[in-house]
């Protein structure tokens, strides 16, 4: 399995982690990944606001260049998933407009023709990996660990561009969570907004958007949350004390990038995994895993 790797932001910033853990896990899967290093932000729908053809053109330069290397294009974070899914869209079903993008895109000597697929990590591992050979992977089983499972919205909305799972009731990140032998718990707002998008915008609002999410966790007893969106982490976890602060009520409730759940599972460290640069203590994570 080979596909053209988009980093996305977050990776090679603010959580260098998600980076490191998925190189190592896609290593380990046997995966082949060709970055592409000379990719640009997808614009994390904020450009799409400002200056929708301007978010097109980046973005359909992201998919010139996977297409060029002949591949299908993966992703770690459900935000890019989100915006390069309905980017890529419109200009499988838009000829006039990827024609005018094109014009942008010849500057360079690129020329996209819409073939290129869009993939997050997740899909990976359930369609092309599947259930039956991830579990043969799996050395260290996440048992007596409940983990709740945290999709954030991009990665499932609009359905109609991402097609993937059913944005009302997902199961894609409980079957892996099984997979790896873990047990997933139930909670509320596991397919709703963390409150990223809106915190720098109005913070009251946007902490207490991660507090609900947190607080939901907690009383459904998760020992730890997961997320397939790095921009979710960085609300659940970088936040957290801050949502503690602004809700009156401890959490304490570690957050786990995708990557990181799947190689504990497959006998990589906490270290490895650099689980030690998140900001809430994984200390009780890891004395769960140990017993």
Same mark, same amino acid.
């Not at 915006?83 to 993008?101: C, F, P, T």
């Not at 983990?147 to 991402?162: E, K, M, T, W």
């Not at 397939?228 to 960085?234: E, S, V």
């Given at each position: ?7 996305? @932001? ?5 959580? =260098? ?35 929708? #053809? ?14 060029? #290397? ?55 591992? !359930? ?25 954030? @919205?991009?990665? !499932?909305? =609009? ?37 990223? =998008?809106?915190?720098? #915008? ?29 921009? @979710? ?30 190689? !504990? ?15 809430? =203590? ?10």
């Amino acid at each position: 399995m080979k596909y053209a790797f988009y980093t996305g @932001c977050a990776a090679k910033g603010a959580t =260098p982690e998600l980076y490191v853990s998925t190189r190592l896990v896609t290593q380990k899967l046997e995966m082949e990944l060709v970055e592409l290093k000379s990719a640009a932000c997808c614009g994390a729908g904020v450009i799409t606001e400002a200056d929708p #053809e301007l978010a097109i053109a980046l973005n359909a330069r992201t998919f010139a260049l996977a297409e060029a #290397e002949g591949l299908d294009l993966m992703t770690i974070c459900g935000t890019c998933q989100g915006v390069m899914a309905q980017i890529n869209k419109q200009l499988k079903e838009d000829s006039e407009l990827l024609k005018r993008i094109n014009v942008y895109l010849e500057k360079e000597g690129l020329h996209y023709k819409g073939t290129v697929k869009v993939k997050h990590f997740l899909w990976i591992l !359930l369609d092309d990996i599947g259930v039956d050979r991830l579990k043969t992977y799996v050395t260290h089983p996440l048992r007596n660990l409940k983990i709740a499972p945290f999709y954030g @919205c991009y990665i !499932l909305r =609009p359905s109609s561009a991402l097609g993937y799972d059913d944005p009302n009731q997902p199961t894609s990140l409980e079957t892996v969570i099984e997979a790896l032998g873990g047990e997933a718990v139930d909670y509320e707002g596991r397919n709703k907004c963390c409150g990223f =998008p809106v915190i720098l #915008e109005n913070p009251d609002i946007g902490l207490a958007m991660s507090g609900k999410r947190l607080e939901e966790a907690k009383t459904a007893r998760a020992d730890v949350m997961v997320t397939p969106c790095p921009l @979710c982490h960085m609300n659940l976890d970088l936040q957290q004390e801050r949502v503690e602060k602004h809700i009156g009520k401890p959490f304490e409730m570690p957050v786990l990038h995708l990557p990181q759940l799947a190689g !504990l599972a497959m006998g990589f460290s906490p270290v490895d995994m650099q689980m030690m640069r998140h900001f809430v =203590p994984v200390a009780s994570l890891i004395s769960k895993l140990q017993t």
